[in-house]
């Protein structure tokens, strides 16, 4: 067969087969697969250089894809990855401005934000829904300067994957997001506040 390999063949792992001339052109695709990837930036513009949506988000597994495949592979020419990257670029673009005129069409393309915590009650179906863990939730709780579940009064599932935290103004009886964590195997703390916690109940008993 003449795709046969010689196993241990040291020449073609260290250096490939192809002639040592095929160095100087994979720098020179690299060259040109950088000056495309940055008009591709360009042409998202700065949304896409933050959180990316999920359509950007498959659009970047798509361009790695592509940019990867033509820097390594001789057969493949820069012209199909240009029309591979502008052209899924595009779509992206064509396919978020019709999502942004269609709100089921966008509900469905990047979901709905999720309330994972309201007023100190967890959500657990909506938790389970998002394969999200209680322990998870509690790190970007604490992250977010909660001390307790009864300080948190939203806790938000953003469609860029982020957890947005809003705090009321409650002093906590009971830090239950952070002394747990003080016991060697002690347990996690309740989905649901405990009640007697509001800043005014706190006050009276000192």
């Excluded at 695709?29 to 998202?44: E, F, G, P």
């Excluded at 990867?68 to 595009?90: F, K, N, Q």
């Excluded at 069409?105 to 990047?110: A, T």
């Excluded at 322990?135 to 300080?151: F, T």
Aim: proline content about 6%; some cysteine.
């Amino acid at each position: 067969m003449g795709n046969d390999v010689t196993p241990l063949e040291w020449g073609r792992l260290l250096f490939g087969p192809y002639p040592p001339l095929f160095y100087a052109e994979i720098a020179v695709r690299i060259l040109m697969l950088i000056a495309l990837l940055l008009l591709v930036v360009h042409i998202l513009g700065k949304r896409g250089q933050q959180n990316l949506s999920p359509m950007q988000q498959l659009l970047m597994v798509a361009l790695g894809s592509a940019a990867g495949d033509v820097m390594l592979y001789p057969e493949i020419s820069i012209g199909y990855a240009a029309m591979v990257l502008v052209g899924v670029t595009g779509l992206t673009i064509a396919i978020e401005k019709s999502a942004s005129h269609s709100r089921k069409f966008r509900d469905y393309l990047e979901s709905r934000p999720c309330v994972l915590v309201q007023d100190g009650e967890i959500d657990m179906a909506t938790l389970k829904r998002e394969r999200t863990t209680r322990r998870e939730l509690y790190a970007i709780l604490r992250q977010n300067g909660a001390r307790a579940l009864s300080q948190v009064e939203l806790a938000i599932l953003e469609v860029t994957g982020e957890i947005t935290v809003v705090l009321n103004d409650s002093k906590p009886g009971k830090r239950d997001l952070i002394d747990y964590l003080r016991v060697p195997g002690g347990k996690d703390p309740p989905a649901t506040a405990e009640p007697g916690v509001t800043a005014d109940r706190v006050d009276a008993h000192s």
